[in-house]
């Protein structure tokens, strides 16, 4: 069901990463700040592949197993990512309050994956009693 918990966290990842593409600066140095959407193809889209593995994993509720793999793969996204801002075009540069909200989108991945992982323990323990 869409309602659950881990759609919601799902959800607030994509806006989350979309937010961070379009508003915050990564890096920045004396005289210009870098934002995502400017700069940074090759990170902008493991960003986007990211957003689509959360939306994709909200409209997956009958298979948790799935739900549980696209969440780690978004996770995933979003670390390579980071990674490649932080170390491939970090240069004579300083790192911006972009590149720190990347954790956000990362924790919220990790709690849909948990609940995703709690409602499968509830379903098979459920499958136990009967």
Known sequence: MIQRVQSLFFFFSAICSVTIVYAFPVLQDESTSYLLKEHFADARLFVFLSVALSVFAIFQFRNRKRQQLIASAARLMITIAFFIIAFFYREERTFDIGLFLFFIPYLTLFLAGYFVKKDE??????????
């Open 121 to 130: 323990k509830l379903v098979k323990s459920a499958d136990r009693i009967r």
